[in-house]
């Protein structure tokens, strides 16, 4: 029947299969053929979801039917499972994806950082969902009342200030560069930053809640070469929800001053 002994000893003990006979001096145990039926149904029943204790009950009573209801009750159960395993299947196929083509191209440059003079706003946000209506709905409007003007190509970046890696509650600041200083306002800064001789750029290919994998790769990286991180990463945003509605394509560039 391809049920072990330690299944066997605990459908006796659940009262679900016990024995027809054990052996006094050996205490080997012994079924009859219709136990062989009796154990059909049970790996049955197990299969479409019942407990052992649901079993018992089914087994107990004389028909050895579920009735319409707890058939019902079952499919919707599994109806669920389905819908968990499917997104669970679809998000671990885009993960794998992902990781796949961060693996497959040369991610990681060192670049000069040059200086450059940005608007900035600094804010304790919920979590990097909320990142995205910070700078549309508030930054953005902002930066075109105070007459700022954005130079080309755009950049524009974030910096975490929070000194070590934060899902939620995240102390950040937005800076766009721009072409001028400008009087600060009440929402908007704005400042000269300076030049950074030497930082490494990675690529970072996907939703920003899995920054914290890029910079650990990238982290790994500088310790195998010998260097170390002399200042704030910068979090600088390519394509996003502005352009992309899939966040497994959306292209960010952390920027590490090095030496």
């Not at 391809?2 to 016990?18: A, G, M």
């Not at 669970?88 to 670049?111: A, C, F, G, P, V």
């Given at each position: ?18 024995p027809d006979e054990v052996d006094e001096w050996t205490g080997y145990r012994y079924y009859s053929l219709d136990q062989m039926q009796r154990m059909n149904e049970i790996r ?216």
């Open positions: 029947m391809q049920v072990t002994v330690k299944t066997l000893r605990h459908y006796e003990t659940k009262k679900l299969l016990i049955q029943l197990q299969r479409l979801g019942f407990s052992l204790e649901e079993i018992k009950d089914l087994l107990d009573d004389t028909n050895h039917t579920p009735s319409i209801e707890m058939l019902e009750e079952k499919i919707s159960a599994t109806e669920a499972q389905l819908k968990e395993l499917n997104y669970r299947y679809s998000k671990l196929l885009e993960w794998r994806d992902s990781r796949k083509t961060l693996k497959n191209m040369e991610n990681m440059t060192i670049q000069a950082l040059p200086e450059i003079i940005v608007a900035s706003h600094r804010e304790v946000i919920p979590d990097y969902d909320a990142l995205g209506p910070l700078c549309y709905m508030k930054i953005g409007p902002a930066m075109l009342a105070a007459g700022c003007k954005c130079v080309e190509p755009g950049y524009c970046f974030t910096i975490d200030h929070n000194g070590e890696y934060k899902a939620t509650e995240i102390d950040i600041e937005y800076c766009e560069q721009i072409e001028e200083i400008l009087p600060d306002t009440d929402f908007i800064q704005f400042k000269k930053l300076p030049a950074i001789p030497k930082a490494l750029c990675v690529k970072h290919i996907g939703p920003y809640d899995r920054f914290s994998e890029s910079f650990t790769e990238a982290v790994t990286y500088l310790e195998s070469q010998g260097m170390r991180i002399c200042g704030a990463p910068r979090f600088s945003y390519v394509d996003g929800p502005w352009n992309q509605d899939d966040p497994e394509k959306w292209v960010s560039v952390i920027q590490i001053p090095i030496e």
